[in-house]
């Protein structure tokens, strides 16, 4: 949220263009943590008192018609936290993954008449638009700009190693110790999170398409460096795993 905006040129390398860029920063995270502090579950907390705002929260949006709009309102969401994100001078895509962290699967628990789980339901759709629909054009239009050169990738080989494996044991280590002296989990638990958190996600190469593909900061061998690094990882999850 700070980086891109100064690479890019958006803000001013200097101190007071540093220091605008942060304070946005932290104005907005502040904004999204009183969202999903206060305005989604206004109804439970001190919100309620106040007139009209105490009447809105999260779950009366996810319940309306009989929670026919439930998809609808999910993606609505993470598109106007986008636009906010976007206002502020960031990309959208950090908006939309702020949204996904403060909307949380109780708010899904309504209407038990229908004997439906609203939360599942959602939640398959929203991942097949991600993964089957939108997320596949997102990709290949970015593998669209990787060229197979076998210099390229000779030239780049003992960084792509070195990078890979450095974050390899960093990762597993800095998940399995968090999950077993934070989350108190056991260690055979512990170490399957370490594996699960190895995988690159999609932030990862929004912020890689911004920095080659957009605005050309990245050169063309750290560009091929880190998609070969963050492949590589992500195969490395199914494979540790089992």
């Known amino acids: 949220a700070i980086m891109v ?7 001013a390398p200097n101190l007071a263009g540093i220091t605008l860029v942060a304070g946005k920063a932290i104005l907005f995270f502040v904004l999204v943590t009183f969202i999903g502090g206060w305005i989604f579950p206004a109804s439970t ?6 007139p009209l705002l105490g009447k809105f929260d999260l779950i009366r949006l996810l319940s309306m018609g009989e929670g026919e709009y439930t998809t609808l309102t ?12 976007h206002k502020f001078g960031f990309h959208p895509a950090v908006g939309a993954y702020m949204a996904g962290l403060i909307i949380k699967k109780e708010y899904f628990e309504f209407h038990e008449h229908k004997q439906k789980n609203f939360y599942d339901q959602t939640k398959l759709i929203i991942d097949n638009v991600a993964f089957c629909w939108i997320g596949p054009v997102f990709f290949i239009t970015l593998g669209t700009r990787l060229i197979f050169e076998v210099d390229i990738f000779m030239s780049i080989l003992p960084e792509v190693v070195m990078l890979t494996g450095g974050l390899f044991v960093g990762q597993i280590m800095s998940a399995t110790l968090a ?4 989350g108190n989990f056991d260690w055979p638990a512990s170490w399957m999170i370490g594996f699960g958190m190895l995988g690159r996600a999609e932030l990862a190469f929004v912020v890689m398409d911004i920095a080659y593909v957009q605005h050309q900061i990245l050169t ?3 560009f091929y460096t880190l998609m070969f ?10 494979l540790s795993i089992r």
Not at 5 to 11: I, L, S
Not at 74 to 85: N, P
Not at 179 to 182: E, G, H, K, Q
Not at 229 to 238: E, Q, R
């Open 5 to 11: 905006p100064m690479a890019t040129g958006e803000a």
């Open 45 to 50: 907390g001190f919100m309620k008192k106040i």
């Open 74 to 85: 999910i993606v609505t969401l993470a598109v106007v936290v986008g636009i906010i994100a």
């Open 179 to 182: 999950a077993r002296y934070t």
């Open 220 to 222: 063309t061998q750290a």
């Open 229 to 238: 690094t963050a492949f590589w990882l992500n195969v490395s999850v199914p």
